[in-house]
Nanobody
């Protein structure tokens, strides 16, 4: 069992940066692929980024490549999403997910409760 808690969301202006964090409970965190999804109002959930258990493999959806960076600190049981050059189109609720295997998109064996990100123009 893995419990995930996101933080770091907020309201910023276009062009600003935010760093989301996802703190995980459980001793097996380091064995999970971790990822981020987002869901904007009235839109379907979108798979944003993923990182393998060792951090050696990453994936980004095209719309965030070059602007977002996913990373993890297994010693702190935390995965991060650094978001730069934010755009109004990045406005969404962002969810952290854990998966026991590498799959694109992640299946999402475990989910966080989400953190809201709002980008003003």
């Amino acid at each position: 069992q893995v419990q995930l808690v996101e933080s770091g969301g907020g309201l910023v202006q276009a062009g600003d940066s935010l760093r989301l964090s996802c703190a995980a409970s459980g001793r097996t965190f380091r064995s999970y692929t971790m990822g981020w999804f987002r869901q904007a109002p009235a839109k379907e959930r979108e798979f944003v980024a993923a990182i393998s258990w060792g951090g050696t493999r990453t994936y980004y959806t095209d719309s965030v490549k070059g602007r977002f960076t996913i990373s993890r600190d297994n010693a702190k049981n935390t995965v991060y999403l650094q978001m730069n050059s934010l755009k109004p189109g990045d406005t969404a609720d962002y969810y952290c997910a854990a998966d026991s295997v590498w799959s694109i998109p992640l299946r999402g064996d475990y989910w966080g409760q989400g953190t809201q990100v709002t980008i003003s123009s």
